[in-house]
């Protein structure tokens, strides 16, 4: 017998399998059990696929789920049924995961993309609630190694026709920027992503020889060290090199969150990933350049996520409990 309350939640991310069992009533708050184990760099969707079976196992220990909800790192076909590929580990070509754990765990499973399922678990656990009810609308947006967003519209995920809306990190922001990993140039990712922001910051080093100071000081004159934490920390510490390529970036995000707000007007933006810890400067550029790029009289309201890693796995959850 399926346990009537039991949720089972798997999130196939890029660096780590996490699985996860959560009840309805404390959704959003309390795991009743998590388990997450790194991917190691060369595995295979094969490895993947034993490893999260592995660990579901374990976190359900012998009950079964009501239902099951996945984050995927990589895009879904539009019906959530299949996985076309992952961003992160080969092997996952056109594999259909939902019917697999369909049958697998005897429940309807639900699926879509780790940045529609993190917008949907911070619409619905997270900073999507305002007073305890959620927006009408919002625009999630992760900040990390890659910049990847996604819509919720009166309550449900909008995929578009291909499941790929929400791709705000390759809107282009300047026709003359630098490349970008989908082929182009001066998308919102290719300055903004924690990566890029760190290139910036080296390619601007080796320019300006006299320039820097602080953030030299901070990687002990390597390089190869700068991340964007560090060009963060640099930036705080008052280094003008710094704080440069640090708000062009900011700037950048936030150009490309006007224009999303101009065309959908959301009720909210939630900013989420490892470059939103990049302190207030960085929040200040992004809100100022959004603001700039909207007609008067639009809201601009953008907050940071409230889940944090989990934010994608409160989705799988939220898509369990509601077969979004
Ligand atoms: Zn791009």
Redesign the pocket.
């Known amino acids: 017998m399926p346990s009537e309350r039991l949720l089972l939640a798997l999130d196939y991310g890029g660096t780590k399998l996490t699985a996860a069992a959560a009840t309805p009533d404390t959704a959003g708050r309390e795991w009743r059990v998590r388990r997450s184990i790194p991917s190691p760099p060369g595995a295979d969707a094969r490895y993947d696929q034993f490893t999260m079976l592995a660990l579901a196992d374990e976190v359900l220990a012998g009950d079964r789920p009501a239902a099951v909800g996945v984050s995927f790192g990589g895009p879904v076909n539009a019906a959530a049924s299949l996985v076309l590929l992952s961003h992160h580990v080969r092997g996952w070509e056109n594999t259909p995961l939902r019917a697999q754990l369909q049958s697998r765990f005897g429940a309807p499973c639900f699926m879509d993309n780790d940045a529609n399922a993190a917008a949907l678990g911070e619409w619905r656990f997270g900073a999507g609630q305002v007073e305890a009810r959620p927006v009408a609308s919002l625009l999630y947006v992760t900040v990390s190694t890659g910049v990847g967003g996604g819509w919720i519209l009166d309550g449900r995920i909008h995929g578009g026709a291909e499941g790929m809306a929400g791709e705000i ?2 809107t282009m922001v300047d026709p003359a920027g630098p490349l ?5 140039r001066g ?1 919102v ?2 300055i903004a992503s924690g990566p890029n922001l760190a290139r910036r910051a080296r390619e601007r080093l080796m320019a300006e020889p006299e320039a820097g100071r602080v953030l030299r000081e901070l990687v002990s004159g390597n390089l190869e060290a700068v991340t964007a934490e560090r060009v963060a920390r640099a930036a705080e510490a008052g280094d003008e090199l710094a704080e440069a390529v640090l708000t062009e970036a900011a700037r950048a995000l936030g150009h490309g969150l006007g224009t999303a707000i101009t065309l959908m007007n959301p009720q909210r933006v939630i900013l989420g990933g490892g470059v939103t810890k990049a302190g207030e400067r960085w929040w200040r550029a992004v809100r100022s350049a959004a603001r700039a790029n909207v007609l008067p009289g639009m809201t601009v309201d953008i907050v940071p996520a409230a889940l944090g890693d989990d934010a994608p796995l409160w989705g799988a959850v939220a898509l369990a409990m509601t077969g979004n």
């Open positions: 990190g390759h970008c990993i989908c082929g182009r998308c990712e290719s």
